[in-house]
């Protein structure tokens, strides 16, 4: 059974000037500052320290080989999404990030699985696009949790949402653009309390909105980090379903009924509250999910899941066998300009 860690991270090593080709401000940039280390600012404002992890698939595969990991699913990085912009610069972001991680996990000896980006801010434009990236090999897309104001309820996210279902693309929504930044700009409180605050409330308006009644079943969609505290609320949504009409909004089933549409990742770090998770999802509904190769992942891929108590069985589930479906490897595996196994 092939392990599959559905939550990584790419940047390419070089990118054109953003701020030159759009003629507009702080778009994100890279710095090399020694062999293998760079920055990405964001103007002039370095946004985060990164390593040769991000753009060299000779180092992923010496570290996934480290950690056992078979397969990694790569995404953008969230700061690359580029929502708030005009949304014609957005699709020819995306179309640029796109092509270069197809152009990195093209390298990667059949180990290395993309996922697009889209502009989410332009319906029409982001279906174009995820149908451009599906024909070219990608399988499936990374989006943010939310568009400014506009939560996955959103009518245009829901086509888009769709669409991808349409197109048996895999949907990662990843949180970003936190909540109450300036109650938050401390101690990295955006990442550690903003982050899983946007995907727990991501995963309740989606079900509270009646999206999942209205999204075919065959839409696979997972959220990271552990679907945030999603879990740990359920009790709460549940109740004050059942209690109040005005919290029931347009689900015609309570939160617990849409527990087996969604998927959440592994990047809990903690092991009482995986075996919460499965508790609640269900052994079938968590995949091994890192955040690599970034400071606040898991530092060895997968090792929450393999020094837990579950045994051998479920152990390879949450490792691999939950993730082969959502990412559709079989399907992918014949491809010619695909995905090939190792
Ligand atoms: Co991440």
């Known amino acids: 059974m092939p392990v599959i860690d559905v939550h990584t991270h790419f940047f390419p090593r070089s990118w054109p000037d953003l701020e030159a080709r759009y003629g507009t401000k702080d778009w994100p940039s890279i710095r090399h500052t020694e062999p293998g280390k760079a920055e990405v600012l964001v103007g002039d404002r370095v946004f985060r320290h ?19 990991v078979d397969f990694q699913v790569v995404s953008a990085t969230p700061v690359l999404f580029a929502y708030e912009r005009d949304a014609r610069d957005a699709l020819d972001c995306a179309r640029l990030f796109n092509d270069a991680c197809l152009e990195l996990t093209s390298r990667g000896r059949g180990r290395l699985l993309p996922l697009c980006q889209v502009p989410l801010q332009d319906v029409d434009m982001a279906c174009e696009e995820l ?26 996210i829901l086509t888009f949402l769709q669409h991808a279902a349409s197109e048996d693309a895999a949907v990662f929504v990843h949180p970003w653009d936190m909540m109450a930044a300036e109650r938050t700009a401390k101690y990295m409180m955006g990442w550690t309390v903003g982050m899983p ?36 609320l359920l009790g709460r949504l549940e109740n004050a379903w059942m209690r109040q009409p005005k919290a029931r909004g347009a689900a015609e089933h309570p939160p617990s009924h849409y527990l087996d549409r969604f ?8 092991e009482r509250a995986l075996l919460f998770l499965v508790e609640v999802l ?34 390879e589930k949450l490792l691999g066998a939950n993730a082969e479906s959502f990412v559709g490897l079989s399907k992918h595996a014949a491809r010619p300009n695909g995905i090939l196994r190792p």
């Open 131 to 156: 149908s451009r990236a599906m024909r070219s090999g990608h399988l499936g897309v990374e989006i943010g949790n939310h568009v400014g104001t506009k939560n996955l309820d959103d009518e245009g």
């Open 282 to 315: 269900g052994e079938d509904r968590i995949v091994l999910g890192s955040d690599y190769p970034f400071p606040l992942g898991e530092e060895r891929a997968g090792s929450l899941i393999r020094e837990s108590r579950f045994p051998p069985t479920l152990q």
């Open 263 to 270: 998927l959440v990742d592994s990047a809990v770090f903690d």
């Open 197 to 232: 605050a946007e995907t727990q409330l991501s995963i309740a308006v989606l079900i509270l909105s009646g999206g999942f009644d209205r999204l075919p079943r065959s839409l696979r969609i997972g959220f990271a980090h552990g679907g945030g505290s999603f879990a740990f």
């Open 50 to 68: 990164i390593d040769s992890a991000c753009w060299d698939p000779e180092v992923r595969l010496a570290h996934m080989d480290r950690d056992g």
